[in-house]
């Protein structure tokens, strides 16, 4: 399908006009790494996405960057998005007066690479999957595959069996990277919606 697409010069918002509503769907929660999550990806026009979210619930501004925290609540379970921009500008990347998104965090389970890999796979699994992935300096509960641009953060004293309850991407190299206690300090302390 995709080399069908490539052909036909079909960009993602096409690809979703033709696509029979399930199809729509799982491309809605696909992860992608070093590209995006979901619909929302990396890169310069960060402000294009971020104008198709919700207000967040929380957020953190200050210094030309810009740190997002929404908050979604279905039954007794609670996950939340977080998303991390710079503003072009500093960077001095086209078009100036937009922003940069450079790391996309979810909690949910609904959101999977492509390889089944979601929040809820195992430790294990998800070495298996990634097994570039390592321990991230400075934060033990975190495994980075820096050359994909994918992370996991685990609980503490993760074990093989332990679950993944956050799935990060970044660009492809080292960048820093959102944990459980940033969320929660952006939640605790940030400005409210």
């Known amino acids: 399908m995709?080399?069908?697409?490539?052909?036909?010069?079909?960009?993602?918002?096409?690809?979703?006009?033709i696509l029979p509503p399930a199809e729509a769907i799982a491309a809605a929660n696909v992860i992608?790494?070093?590209?995006?999550?979901?619909?929302?990806?990396?890169?310069?026009?960060?402000?294009l996405y971020l104008k198709k979210l919700p207000k967040p619930d929380a957020t953190d501004v200050g210094m030309s960057q810009f740190r997002g925290v929404w908050v979604s609540k279905k039954g007794s379970r609670t996950d939340t998005l977080y998303i991390h921009t710079v503003r072009n500008g500093a960077l001095n990347v086209q078009p100036l007066s937009g922003s940069t998104i450079d790391d996309i965090r979810?909690?949910?389970?609904?959101?999977?690479?492509?390889?089944?890999?979601?929040?809820?796979s195992t430790k294990a699994q998800i070495l298996r999957s990634f097994p570039n992935a390592r321990?991230?300096?400075?934060?033990?509960?975190?495994?980075?595959?820096?050359?994909?641009?994918?992370?996991?953060?685990?609980a503490q004293n993760a074990n093989a069996q332990s679950p993944c309850i956050a799935i990060m991407v970044h660009?492809?190299?080292?960048?820093?990277?959102?944990?459980?206690?940033?969320?929660?300090?952006?939640?605790?302390?940030?400005?409210r919606s």
Do not use: C
């Open 135 to 154: 321990q991230v300096n400075g934060n033990p509960n975190i495994y980075d595959d820096a050359k994909k641009g994918i992370a996991f953060e685990f």
């Open 106 to 120: 979810v909690t949910s389970p609904w959101y999977h690479t492509s390889g089944g890999i979601s929040t809820g």
């Open 171 to 191: 660009p492809s190299g080292n960048v820093d990277l959102a944990s459980t206690e940033n969320v929660n300090n952006i939640l605790r302390e940030g400005n």
């Open 32 to 47: 992608i790494p070093g590209e995006s999550i979901g619909q929302t990806h990396l890169g310069s026009n960060g402000d």
């Open 2 to 17: 995709k080399r069908i697409l490539a052909i036909l010069g079909l960009g993602a918002a096409s690809v979703m006009a």
